[in-house]
């Protein structure tokens, strides 16, 4: 690892909040060199051992914050809020506000596959957790860093539990109602990975078609559709 890499780790490590708790030399910067190097870079090492041990440590750390700061709550409850706090839309958007994508190392293809950067965000952020517990041995840092996060996502989830996740609201409104689950058809119709309307959807309840949407991806379309569905049932009759 040459002297501008190991500043940028560590410049980076301090845009985290972090503070080390010793001076970081090559050996103990590995993992989060290791991290950060997705595997279309083509190197000897990669993020994907660390984004799996990050996994299991996310989770642990949001099902700590939960019990921390919501002890009110049943253990259902704190399951579905925990399922927003380390999910991968999260994590993507965690990506883009501390500037990952500076520090990623990502081959030529991928980098130039716009729609599969928010992807690639979210696994570095999960590699980068898991290497956080290597290099300090506990669960500190991923607190440190994920706390403030955390809590100013809490505060959206409680002003709308479903945070533009459409799917679910729309879901629970069907079975609410005792109508089953709604249906979605999804078909791509664009061969470009950059188009924003890639993906056409549509979203039926009991054969009745409720709505449509586009997407990039198979997902955003979905939401789309669910969005737009749900949009048409609330208004006024």
Same mark, same amino acid.
Do not use: C, T, Y
């Given at each position: 690892?040459?002297?501008a890499r190991r500043q940028q780790l560590i410049r980076f490590l301090t845009q985290l909040s972090l503070q080390p708790p010793r001076q970081?030399?090559?050996?103990e910067l590995l993992p989060l060199e290791q991290a950060l190097t997705h595997t279309s870079a083509g190197r000897a090492y990669n993020h994907e051992q660390l984004e799996f041990l990050g996994d299991a +440590?996310?989770?642990l750390a949001a099902s700590e914050f939960l019990e921390d700061t919501q002890p009110q709550l049943s253990v259902g409850e704190r399951s579905r809020l925990r399922a927003q706090l380390v999910s991968d839309r999260w994590l993507a958007d965690l990506g883009e506000l501390c500037g990952i994508d500076a520090v990623l190392r990502i081959g030529a293809v991928a980098a130039g596959d716009h729609t599969?950067?928010?992807t690639l965000r979210a696994e570095a952020c999960e590699a980068v957790i898991g290497a956080l517990y290597r290099i300090w041995g506990d669960l500190t840092p991923v607190h440190q860093w994920l706390r403030p996060h955390w809590q100013r996502s809490l505060k959206q989830l409680q002003a709308d539990p479903h945070l533009n996740n459409w799917k679910s609201a729309l879901?629970?409104?069907s079975q609410g109602q005792q109508l089953g689950l709604p249906h979605y058809q999804c078909q791509e119709v664009s061969q470009h990975?950059?188009?924003p309307r890639r993906?056409?959807?549509q979203v039926s309840l009991e054969g009745r078609a409720l709505g449509e949407g586009w997407g990039g991806s198979r997902r955003q379309a979905e939401q789309d559709a669910?969005? +737009?569905a749900l949009e048409q049932l609330q208004q006024p009759k």
């Open positions: 690892m040459d002297a970081l030399g090559d050996p +440590v996310l989770r599969g950067r928010a879901q629970e409104w990975h950059g188009d993906f056409h959807s669910a969005r +737009v």
